[in-house]
Structure formats: structure tokens, C-alpha cells
């Protein structure tokens, strides 16, 4: 199996985030070191042409997606600060930063997770 874990590109929005720590690479959204799954995020979003990915946390990367539409991202929200200047986003990582590397729990959607299933 490879190590899905890419060395950060030199053009990233935010490369002190994606800066390798004393324990390995770190999540571009929530600092943590990363763990075994690593999810690569396109800022803008591929269907609106984006091609530059950071790595993110599965949670991590499952948190952006529930709160925010691709038009929303791209128009938005495409890049780190933007994303992490967003009270619920900020409020997530406040959150999810005290938890292990490779924790991961159900992401519910914005609105109380009340809809389909």
C-alpha cells in the first residue's frame, strides 16, 4: 500500500499549516498530525475547475463538505483561512483538536443532521 501522505506543494495558501511536525505532516484544516487515512481536499472544487489539493483528516474533510455547496466553496471559501474563519468550521476544529490523530466520528449536516440517511 503507498502513503497517500503527499509532501505539501510549494504554492499552498497556508504551508506553515502543512509544515511537517516532530510527528509527520499536519491536517491543512485542523493542525493535527495526520494519521493513517488522509483525504486530499480540492480548494476550489474540481467540477469548478480546481485542480490544488491540501491533505486533510477524513472528519476533517467530511465537516467542509457538510457545511458548504461546491459553488460555496469555490466562490467562498477556497482557501484554508477562509474556511477556518467560518465560526462553525472554527468551532469544529476547536472541537476535533482535542482528539487523536485517527479518530473519526459521523459528520452530521449542518441543521441538526435531519434529513435522509
Do not use: Y
Not at 449536516?109 to 440517511?117: L, Q, T
Request: contains cysteine; hydrophobic residues 30%.
Amino acid at each position: 500500500m503507498t502513503d497517500r501522505r503527499l509532501s505539501p506543494l510549494p504554492d499552498l495558501p497556508t504551508p506553515s499549516l502543512l509544515d511537517a511536525s516532530d510527528e509527520g505532516p499536519v491536517c491543512a484544516l485542523c493542525a493535527r498530525p495526520l494519521g493513517d487515512r488522509v483525504e486530499k481536499h480540492h480548494l476550489i472544487p474540481r467540477l469548478k475547475g480546481g485542480t490544488q489539493t491540501v491533505p486533510l483528516h477524513p472528519i476533517c474533510h467530511k465537516k467542509i463538505h457538510s457545511l458548504f455547496t461546491e459553488s460555496e466553496l469555490a466562490q467562498s471559501f477556497h482557501t484554508v483561512e477562509a474556511l477556518t474563519d467560518h465560526p462553525d468550521v472554527a468551532a469544529f476544529i476547536k472541537w476535533v483538536r482535542k482528539r487523536p490523530a485517527d479518530f473519526h466520528k459521523r459528520t452530521r449536516k449542518a441543521g441538526g443532521g435531519k434529513g435522509r440517511r
